[in-house]
């Protein structure tokens, strides 16, 4: 990750992407710009996804057996690639999903601990 | 961040570090080894930092005038480099905060959209 302090969207944190990818997917399939702007539009322009992060994880996605890719065509009429999530990728999504939450429960007890807990 | 699927600990985001280490300096002085064993603990054993981040990771918020550092004894009577937050720390402080609150919120957008937003 980078830091863009005076750009206000956010960068995403490595590591979260892929699971954004995926649950982007559960939605239907989608090429991959058109993955990019759920992930920016659902998260209200809060989150800008980079084409040199996106393609890159699209790659290792399919590679890993959790996306199928085919050609299609897009709305604008091009020949695209479309991914959709595989089994295997939903059982995958559910695992990042749980390690997402435990991870953001654990930085909330540093970051908000419990009145006992502080000084 | 690397992956580690078999340790149930988890590696900790690229970027949430600092936020973790400024904030354990919050509850007072301590040396780098202190500074992990505070997240390992308040986090109930979920976040482990490796010596190979946090130390630079140290480095660098000296460096940026957000902590300083000085000499000391620690508990077990050894020499130890204390760490402790300057004013600026405090504000560079919550700034990570804010920007961690603000990128849970637009991944839990994603992940958790309102039902009507969902297919």
């Known amino acids: 990750m980078t830091r863009t302090p005076d750009d ?3 960068e995403l944190l490595q590591g979260t992407l892929d699971m954004l990818v995926l649950r982007t997917l559960q ?3 989608r090429h ?3 993955i990019g ?3 920016r539009r659902q998260s209200e322009e809060l989150l800008k996804v ?3 992060s996106l393609y890159p994880a699209l790659h290792r996605l399919v590679k890993r057996g959790w996306l199928k890719s085919e050609w299609g065509v897009s709305e604008a009429n091009q020949r695209a690639k479309f991914y959709r999530l ?3 990728g939903r059982a995958q ?6 390690r997402w939450s435990q991870l953001v429960r654990a930085i909330g007890r540093i970051m908000n601990p419990a009145p006992a807990a502080e000084e």
């Open 86 to 88: 595989t089994p295997a």
């Open 37 to 39: 702007q759920a992930i």
């Open 8 to 10: 206000p969207r956010l």
């Open 27 to 29: 939605w239907g399939p």
């Open 93 to 98: 999504l559910i695992r990042e999903q749980d």
């Open 50 to 52: 980079e084409t040199g």
């Open 32 to 34: 991959g710009h058109g």
